[in-house]
């Protein structure tokens, strides 16, 4: 054999032993950067040998639910309700806890919107002296489920309230997003009430709409149920009551004209303009009573601290029919 033909039959060899190990072994750029979606599972390569140990299966989290929180056993479930409409789920959970402090609960959302692969969001309260409130948004086979969390401390007791929303359609959610989740307080037979959730009614920011719109779910509820023989118009602009600032007469005054001079000679509340109240008395003092437990506690969509001592009153032509404290509604009845 030539040496011409030893060096072509070498570079032949050297060629084939190459791409032999090209396609044995070696991945092209573009399959290395492919990596399996969240969704999916890793199983081990088949292989014929019968002593090739099985690799662990990863499993991750496609679909998840508040039910998967890995909750502080020392949590106490004080509520939970539901409500549904066309397109939405809303559930609330209302815990009591003690001792973490609100850094603490943060830690808490933050690590379990990572280990449950969530969206988290930072939301700031309507109210500027707020603290931020947290959402987190889960995957989901289908839609938008979202996680609201709220801190209220009622009278001492420290409450962490969660609201899940399953809105069906897929829905873009912001740091301007809002909830409004209400508890109604509805008197019963027994003298007690049953509490009933709203996830979504009309709804405003400012003292005097907030106690129109809670009212007007409050007697669009009590009257769907037929829970007291009253008539009462409650739609707002054309409701058998006012709410707003009131003197001594009855004149009401527009809230950027209270001074600290004449502060004192108003009081806020509801002023009847109809006698719609019950005519039997405790009948009428539930009514009331459970009225401003609504009022005063009923929203659960607003991290706040409440000491006791904020009222409501109840006014016709200027006199004070009765009066409720936060205090009173969290350790009477009616």
């Excluded at 002296?129 to 007791?157: F, V, W």
């Excluded at 897929?170 to 019963?188: C, F, K, R, S, W």
């Excluded at 929203?299 to 029919?321: C, M, V």
């Amino acid at each position: 054999m030539t040496d011409r033909r030893r060096k072509m039959r070498h570079g032949i060899l050297v060629v084939w032993v190459g791409l032999a190990l090209v396609g044995a072994g070696c991945e092209s750029p573009t399959s290395s950067q492919v990596k399996p979606s969240p969704s999916q599972q890793q199983t081990p390569p088949l292989s014929d040998a019968g002593d090739t140990p099985e690799l662990p299966v990863t499993e991750s989290f496609v679909e998840a639910t508040f039910q998967d929180f890995d909750l502080p056993a020392a949590w106490k479930l004080l509520y939970q309700g539901t409500h549904e409409t066309a397109d939405r789920t809303y559930t609330l959970y209302e815990y009591e806890w003690q001792g973490e402090g609100r850094p603490a609960i943060d830690s808490w959302l933050r690590a379990e919107a990572e280990r449950l692969m969530g969206k988290l969001t930072e939301r700031y309260s309507y109210q500027a002296d707020a603290s931020i409130d947290l959402m987190i948004e889960l995957p989901t086979g289908q839609g938008t489920r979202l996680i609201s969390s709220y801190t209220q401390t009622i009278m001492g007791s420290e409450r962490l309230v969660i609201e899940e929303t399953l809105l069906e359609q897929p829905t873009a959610i912001g740091a301007d997003y809002e909830d409004h989740a209400l508890v109604l307080y509805m008197p019963n037979r027994s003298g007690t009430a049953d509490r009933v959730f709203k996830g979504e009614y009309e709804h405003q920011h400012t003292d005097i709409y907030l106690v129109y719109f809670y009212s007007q779910a409050f007697f669009e509820e009590l009257t769907r149920q037929k829970r007291m023989p009253i008539e009462v118009r409650y739609r707002l602009g054309e409701t058998d009551y006012e709410v707003g600032y009131f003197n001594a007469n009855g004149e009401s005054i527009f809230p950027e004209e209270l001074t600290e001079e004449n502060r004192d000679q108003y009081v806020f509340g509801v002023q009847l303009s109809a006698d719609f109240l019950p005519q039997q008395a405790d009948l009428r003092q539930q009514l009331l009573f459970y009225w401003a437990k609504t009022i005063l506690l009923g929203d659960k969509a607003h991290s706040r601290t409440l000491i006791g001592n904020e009222q409501i009153h109840f006014l016709k032509k200027g006199k004070i029919l009765a009066s409720f404290s936060v205090k009173d509604v969290m350790e009477g009845s009616s």
